[in-house]
């Protein structure tokens, strides 16, 4: 039986689809038979970011109306061979999407792979309830910024009560805070919501901190997830994230100001 | 910071990280309290209307709610506007009667309530 999880944040813009590209690929890349769907009926954009775009023949809208088999529209990814694809259709609207199809497709996958990667639509409309209703456990992505914080203790409500688990009374969803955009600088200076701050209020267990990173635009510019640039601050947040989530105990890590040398301290340089 | 930034003439702006947080600590204080329990306030509403409606006749249109909510204190405002008295002089106004009932330590407009009566 796969475990969902869902990646979500209530709020548009924070990191949802960069975060469900990393965490699947990392996921994957730990061995784990993953795959990532894409729930933003009508503003697809996992297909870019996973960089498949031009592999897309048919998406879930397609599957749920009979018009296509599952394996038909999955999409293999060709650098980590224990990772599929599940695009979003970019036509239909919203209503394409039901609870009685999404349920198909989801028993369906649960017999081939280990991990189903909801990538959530931002709002708490149809696409974003029915990414978190199969849920199990849930990546909450909130970016240290007010407007993201509330928007994460909506969805967090939102899980609580409208998820299956929480309709059929089970053990709740497994929450997971995945902080992103993090400017350890900013924050130093009192310009940035502190991570501890943000863990206080939300109060859910810290899976990851992501700071912020030139690699994540390149990397969304190549359609490769960040996870594999091994090099950047980010790619390696999320590496660290994965393997917590694994069960791995990793110390954080990108969460306090880079110390700078005394001549970039002298001439006020940007830290690199 | 870098010594140049003296010469640069930059002024530090207060950190408002701070503020963030407060403001978000007492928005969603409200917002987690409205999750569990359904909106009080129109029935809260409704209820009072009867009560008072018992002794005084009063028009329920002429109701007034307002909630100030605060970190420390939240301030509920009910104003009910009352009738004229039986007799009405000749050229006088309605006297509109406020009645307010605030959690907090009663207030100035509780003592409007007192001129209708």
């Known amino acids: 039986m796969a475990q969902v999880i869902v990646v979500t944040s209530g709020k548009g813009g924070v990191g949802k689809t960069t975060s469900s590209a990393a965490f699947a ?31 897309v023949v048919f998406d879930i809208v397609n599957v749920i ?13 060709k650098r980590v061979d224990t990772l599929s694809i599940l695009p979003a259709s970019q036509t239909r609207d919203k209503d394409a999407l039901t609870k009685e199809g999404v349920a198909q497709i989801i028993d369906e996958l649960s017999q ?6 909801c990538d959530s639509p931002a709002g708490i409309e149809k696409g974003a309830l029915l990414a978190l209703y199969f849920a199990d456990q849930a990546i909450i992505v909130t970016n240290p910024e007010v407007s993201s914080v509330r928007d994460s203790d909506r969805i967090l ?15 709740p969803v497994k929450e997971h805070l995945l902080v992103t955009r993090y400017a350890p600088e900013r924050v130093e200076r009192g310009e940035m919501l502190k991570l501890e701050d943000v863990r206080e209020i939300l109060a859910i ?55 700078r040398g005394f001549l970039s301290r002298l001439f006020g340089g940007r830290a690199a | 910071m870098s010594w140049l930034d003296v010469f640069r ?48 006749a009063i028009d329920p249109k002429a109701v007034n709610i307002s909630l100030d909510r605060g970190g420390d204190m939240s301030t509920l405002a009910i104003e009910v506007e009352l009738p004229a008295p039986e007799k009405p002089k000749p050229g006088a106004d309605a006297p509109a009667g406020k009645a307010a009932a605030p959690e907090a330590p009663a207030g100035s407009k509780a003592e409007a309530g007192q001129k209708a009566s």
């Open chain 1, 25 to 55: 690929t990392g996921l994957a890349q730990s061995g784990k038979k993953t795959v990532v769907i894409d729930f933003d009926v009508g503003l697809r954009n996992l297909d870019l970011i996973m960089g498949v775009e031009r592999r």
């Open chain 1, 157 to 171: 409500g939102v899980l609580q009560s409208k998820s299956r688990r929480a309709e059929e009374k089970k053990e």
């Open chain 1, 205 to 259: 267990p810290l899976l990851g901190v992501i700071p912020e990173s030139e690699s994540v635009l390149k990397a969304s510019n190549t359609g490769s997830p960040v996870i594999l640039d091994d090099v950047s601050n980010a790619g390696q947040a999320y590496k660290d994230a994965v393997a917590r989530f694994l069960g791995e105990d990793r110390p954080h890590r990108f969460i306090d100001p880079e110390k």
């Open chain 1, 112 to 117: 081939d792979f280990d991990y189903i990667v």
């Open chain 2, 9 to 56: 003439g930059k002024s530090k702006p207060p950190p408002s990280a701070g503020a963030a947080k407060e403001r978000l600590q007492i928005v969603l204080a409200h917002e987690r309290i409205s999750r569990t329990g359904d909106d009080f306030l129109p029935r809260l509403q409704k209820e009072l209307i009867q009560v008072v409606a018992r002794y005084v």
């Open chain 1, 65 to 77: 109306s009979g018009e296509a088999r599952l394996n038909q529209a999955l999409i293999r990814d």
